[in-house]
């Protein structure tokens, strides 16, 4: 008896991080299963026969709800009909960039992909936004959250209040799918976080890390060590997080997280300790409006973000040019449009500053009783993960 797991964990610490709280939901709930893990991104290959011997094929969170779901994120098989296994997605979610409620409204998945959706079983969703998306598209989902919410070793513990900041990791932002608007607005983030904790040791946390390889551009480097040496000036810890999860292990000592990455501000929630997101994309926004705690918007966009956009998706969906060509245009017309139409919001580190001064003082008072509406969410994780075969 077993699972086949198709996690998308290449280099970002947030991908281990979903696979390794969907094993513990699983192994706690199901221990009479055995897991077979298997990288997403890859065709099924050899693999087909373990895929089908087995009792379902698990699709591992992740922003995998995607109008390229099949083939452009799962290339599985050629032909989806040798796939045996019952198909399922575990906290899939939906993402776009920045996430505006016209994307989400007019969100459409490709004829392939939707075939694949409609095969799955049953389709568990990470936020609201998500199952709004599926409903748009003709398709059910059901709200169970993100498995990165379910630390087992703290899921029945009250939020806690920090007596004292001693610890703050601060997070920086996705580089490698963001035009530069971020660049700087993340450096004053951290001049605003060496101000306000300057008696604390203050981690710089790099969750897709720092270095060049197969899954970061060469472009991406100077942006990365910029960060990187302000950080330093500043006399904070510098951490590559990429690809080993034992490299944060460290979070469960310190006491705040600040930053723009989903899942470090969904761990330290997860630990029942106070985070605080600047939101980038679809992703941060529809958790945040799922559970009530908004976060600061990052970004702004200008007066032709609808219809650039819009022209995005008939790029996308009329390019007659050959595979290879289409993923490089489509990719070339996101940065450029990006740039274009999005700007940093001029008011996000003043609204952080302004947000983090209140919760200090009130003891963090947003968080008094949140731990309930993950509560909520669990038994229903909890109910998704029973009805399993």
Known sequence: MSYVLLSRAKKNIGDFLILDRAKKLLQRYRPEKELITLNGWEPLGEHLDEVNGSDAMVFCGGPNVSKTFYPGVYPLTDNIDEIK????????????????????????????????????AAISCRDDQTVDVLRNNGLKGVMT?????????????????????????????????MP??????CIEVMDILAEMFGGAKIYCSFHRGLKVDEFTEEEEEPRLLAVKDAAT???FEIIDASYDLSKIDFYEGCDLHVGYRLHGHIDFLSMRKPSFLLNIDARGKGFGDTIGISGVQAWSKGPLAEATYTLGNWIGKYNLLNKWTRVVSERSYLRW???????????????????????????????IGLEGTFLKYFEVMKDFIARLP
């Open 85 to 120: 296994a019952p198909m399922y997605l575990l906290g899939g979610g939906w993402n776009e960039i920045p996430g505006t409620k016209m994307q989400k409204d007019t969100y459409k998945f490709t004829s392939q992909s939707k075939k694949v959706l409609e095969r799955c």
């Open 337 to 367: 449009s990006q740039g274009l139409w999005l700007s940093g919001n001029e008011d996000a580190v003043r609204n952080l500053k302004e947000i983090l001064g209140d919760e200090v003082t009130s003891g963090f008072h947003s968080y």
């Open 180 to 185: 530069r608007l971020y660049d700087r607005q």
């Open 233 to 235: 000036e500043w006399g």
């Open 145 to 177: 959250g993100c498995p990165v919410w379910y630390n087992l070793e703290h899921i029945d513990e009250k939020f806690e209040t920090p007596k004292e900041i001693r610890k703050v990791v601060f997070t920086t932002p996705q580089f490698h799918t």
